[in-house]
């Protein structure tokens, strides 16, 4: 128990705890808490990756739990902000469309070849998290004031993130086929005396 509840892990489960809050500041229309709790959220995804590092603490349970507070973290603030119109809504389309298609693609990908897919993030992939995490945080801060420079810098973010958010999901599908085609064209597994299971299972079959 105390591997799986190590610090790291309990960070990232702040993270997720933290998500209910932030909706609900947002909907009472509190900005100026919703924005520290997502800036402390994002802290604390910074902080469990160094630490699970630096004490070699990393768990199978976090290297899929970080992921999943990360994604639904940002989901939920950009479907919240979308509604809101505080973020554009081909943004959040673009965001959480590219999310969408590359579960269901790693879920596809299991239910044909019956073998999981392992998953490395890419720098594409690094790169739109953290430019969807700064979105955000502009777009509370906008909430908050409006300035005429933060609006340009808003912009410009948000056509980025946008862009290599939907770069990044193209690589992601990319990578899957890849794996796919690679997987369709490997050997078909023999059994003890060397013979082709698969072959044997069609004769067995056929007679």
Do not use: C
């Not at 959220?41 to 970080?66: E, N, P, Q, S």
């Not at 810098?153 to 993130?161: H, K």
């Not at 490997?186 to 299971?197: E, K, L, S």
């Amino acid at each position: 128990m105390l591997t799986v509840l190590n610090l790291p892990n309990f960070l990232t489960l702040l993270r997720i705890v933290a998500i209910p809050f932030f909706l609900i500041l947002l909907e009472d229309l509190r900005y100026g808490e919703a924005l520290a709790v997502f800036v402390a959220a994002g802290i604390t995804d910074g902080l469990d990756g160094a630490i699970a590092r630096l004490t070699h603490t990393k768990t199978t349970l976090g290297a899929y739990l970080d992921p999943a507070a990360d994604k639904l973290l940002l989901l939920s603030a950009f479907i919240a902000l979308g509604f809101m119109h505080a973020v554009p809504r081909w943004l959040a389309v673009v965001v959480i469309s590219r999310d969408v298609v590359i579960v269901l693609g790693y879920f596809l990908l299991f239910m044909l070849t019956q073998r999981t897919m392992q998953v490395h993030p890419s720098v594409f992939g690094k790169l739109s998290t953290f430019l969807q995490l700064t979105a955000v945080a502009l777009a509370l801060v906008s909430l908050q004031r409006s300035d005429p420079a933060l609006e340009s810098i808003r912009g410009i973010v948000f056509y980025v993130a946008g862009g290599i958010t939907a770069v990044s999901g193209l690589q992601y599908m990319y990578r899957g086929l890849a794996w796919f085609q690679g997987e369709s064209q490997a050997p078909a597994p023999v059994d003890g005396a060397g013979r082709d299971r698969t072959a044997n299972r069609e004769q067995h079959h056929r007679a």
